[in-house]
């Protein structure tokens, strides 16, 4: 095979073996400031996370030309290709693992500490993909803080490729017998359909559940084996030429695709799916077009020294940024300044030098290792078995915090008594506050959702109709229906306390993300929109079919509609929910509306985790936490006797303030949730309103 750059026509993507091309290099530079430049900025650089996609054609691209070189024809070939995997990858993984375990314990607040140890374990063992993919669908753990190691997850794939690639090139290779024209046609061909199953199933993944799509290992196996493909159409036809002119426009065509995925693609793009086959072409076109040297070509400044120095320590940039970033955030308060992020970029290309040579190289080169394969899987057991072990230690930590705060709830309750919880607000003379004590705490605030979550109450994203009975549930006085997303399902606590004294049957309807509405809630898939409508619909009829003496309903809204701009949402959605209350009231079913609660948009737990000293600080405006209510709106666009609507947000802020504690309870539990504890403590609050809706 002849030497790349040897003469103005070589042959497309040619790689000799043990040949370093400078613009794969390059490309590998390219892809890890996009993603670096993409975590630092991402309302700027909104498709930057496209540079994952083009390390995997690269990964692809040169993990099949060596395999193709020297197809495995036993399993000690396939031992000795994982072998070289686990010298090039597992030394600086494990490292980065291992210092971010130790870093996060220090510096992260208690409540991410537990969930640090999970994501260093999925990490280590190279499952970290699919961990996010469960998270991705858990409406709960999906809004749970970014982890320092969730860039982990493309390792994962690709480990998870490098496990089954071996075997399918040996048997494409014994399939293809001795012929030399059909070596080469039977491993591209079915490398070709390989890629095209895998592409179905990515585009169909995606625009069904595309949040667990975008992490899972079946929809981004095609992507590298794109790179593949490219591999193995060059050994096909080797002898295919073209001219400097043509390789540097076929270039240039791929990185232009890779800057429009780039400038177009965002936080909505469904992803990957059909959109990734725009940056995953424009590596493979840029890989196919070769090392041409004419100034005209992209390689004149890939091959320049700073690219290839990034391009060599690509790798370890991608596993220092990410940590570095959190991390970073976390002890900055929240936000970076420009210098901080210039420091961070800094810190990640020092640390990734520092780590190639005194780490990678020598691993991945030293003859210690390279001439004896059995001791390569003893020291890679050796070291996962510690990382297992280590990541364990965040888990021990938080366990023993858990225990420290449980033992000081009764103490927290004793000193609140009288003015716990909404009783601070409501009572006068009662202090908002005292102390930093606080129930549940910090840690302890992912136990205190309502019962309707663990009992799995809330519909998923099938949006099939479920429900859960609460309270009295034989011979009830009175029957309610608790109807809405997951701001209806916070007021249950309140209801339960209340039911037992009034003979009431609570009955739930809700569901994740969606409310009862004539408009269309813009979700991420049409399954999605035509689902949350049309569960709507069923509830709304389910409901006034004479079998409640009350629907009692409270919505957040958070999503925009489809097909009205943002700005405009807010009319369009009254209108949705006056459809529905106006539906009630025509059918003879009171409704009781209760005004969304104050939202704060952070992670408040987190945040008083952080601010121990200062948990003040994690409060806000009340202008900012409570925005207007569309149900509100709606409410009085309908002005029927029968549709009641009670506002308590008198009890989560002051005139001015919103308060992340309030009477010694932590108020919210998440972002956007008050939690079952607080909710207990607002029931003698609603108790006049709920008597009054039932005619009590």
Not at 21 to 39: E, K
Not at 338 to 361: G, H, N, S, Y
Not at 554 to 565: E, K
């Amino acid at each position: 095979m002849r030497p790349l750059g040897s003469g103005p026509r070589d042959a497309l993507a040619e790689l000799p073996a043990n040949e370093v091309r400078t613009d794969i290099q390059g490309l590998r530079a390219i892809a890890v400031l996009l993603v670096l430049a993409f975590h630092l900025w991402p309302d700027r650089l909104g498709g930057g996370f496209v540079g994952v996609d083009v390390f995997f054609a690269i990964s692809g691209f040169l993990i099949t030309g060596h395999l193709l070189r020297a197809p495995p024809r036993r399993f000690g070939d396939v031992a000795q290709f994982w072998g070289r995997r686990l010298r090039r990858l597992l030394p600086a993984s494990l490292l980065v693992v291992a210092v971010t375990v130790v870093a996060g314990c220090i510096m992260l607040p208690a409540t991410r500490v537990a969930a640090l140890g999970g994501d260093a374990l999925a990490s280590t063992l190279y499952v970290e993909n699919w961990r996010l993919a469960a998270s991705a669908v858990d409406y709960l753990a999906s809004r749970a803080a970014v982890s320092p190691l969730q860039h982990y997850w493309s390792l994962g794939v690709e480990e998870q490729f490098y496990l089954v690639w071996p075997f399918l090139v040996g048997l494409l290779a014994w399939a293809a017998g001795r012929g030399a024209r059909r070596r080469a046609l039977v491993p591209a061909i079915g490398i070709g359909a390989f890629v095209a199953a895998s592409l179905l199933i990515s585009i169909v993944w995606t625009s069904v559940e595309p949040a667990s799509a975008y992490f899972v290992t079946p929809t981004r196996l095609w992507e590298l084996g794109a790179g593949g493909l490219v591999a193995a159409v060059a050994i096909l036809r080797p002898r295919w030429r073209a001219s400097a002119a043509i390789r540097a426009a076929v270039a240039w065509l791929g990185i232009a695709l890779i800057a429009a995925s780039v400038l177009l693609f965002g936080g909505t793009t469904p992803f990957p799916g059909s959109l990734a086959a725009i940056p995953v072409a424009g590596a493979c076109l840029l890989i196919a077009a070769g090392s041409s040297q004419g100034w005209f070509s992209p390689n004149a400044i890939l091959r320049l020294r700073p690219v290839q120095l990034i391009g060599d320590a690509s790798y370890a940039i991608y596993l220092w940024h990410f940590p570095i970033i959190v991390l970073a955030t976390y002890a900055a308060g929240g936000q970076l300044t420009v210098m901080q992020k210039a420091a961070i970029v800094v810190a990640c290309l020092v640390l990734a030098q520092l780590t190639r040579v005194f780490v990678e190289d020598p691993v991945r080169t030293g003859r210690w290792l390279r001439l004896r394969l059995p001791r390569t899987y003893v020291l890679a057991g050796v070291a996962t078995v510690l990382l297992v072990a280590l990541s364990f230690v965040p888990t021990l930590q938080a366990q023993a915090q858990n225990a420290r705060d449980a033992a000081l709830r009764e103490q927290v309750v004793a000193a609140n008594a009288g003015c716990f919880g909404a009783e601070a607000l409501a009572v006068a003379g009662c202090a908002v506050t005292t102390g930093s004590a606080m129930t549940p705490a910090p840690t302890q605030a992912g136990e205190d959702y309502a019962d309707a979550y663990a009992d799995g109450c809330l519909a998923d994203k099938r949006f099939s109709v479920v429900t859960c009975e609460y309270g009295t549930t034989k011979d009830p006085s009175y029957r309610v229906a608790l109807v809405g997303n997951s701001h209806a399902a916070q007021w249950l606590p309140a209801l339960q306390e209340l039911a037992g004294q009034r003979g009431i049957s609570i009955t739930t309807f809700l569901a994740v993300g969606c409310m009862p509405t004539s408009a269309r809630i813009a979700l991420d898939t049409q399954a999605g929109i035509d689902g949350c409508h049309d569960w709507g619909q069923k509830v709304v009829e389910e409901t006034n079919a004479g079998s409640f003496d009350l629907v009692v309903t409270s919505i957040g809204s958070v999503f925009d509609l489809v097909g009205v701009p943002h700005a405009d949402s807010y009319e369009a959605e009254v209108a949705g929910y006056a459809s529905v209350l106006s539906a009630w009231a025509a059918a003879g079913t009171p409704v009781l509306v209760i005004r969304d609660t104050p939202i704060p948009g952070f992670d408040v737990p987190d945040c008083v985790a952080a601010h121990a000293s200062a948990t003040a600080s994690c409060g806000g405006a009340r202008s900012d936490w409570a925005p207007p209510d569309p149900m509100v709106g709606a409410v009085a666009e309908v002005a029927d006797p029968d549709v009641r609507l009670v506002d308590l947000n008198y009890l989560f802020c002051s005139p001015d303030e919103c308060f992340p504690i309030i009477g010694g309870v932590l108020v919210y539990i998440d972002s956007l949730h008050f939690g079952a504890t607080f909710s207990r403590s607002i029931a003698p609050y609603l108790a006049p309103e709920l008597d009054a809706a039932l005619g009590r």
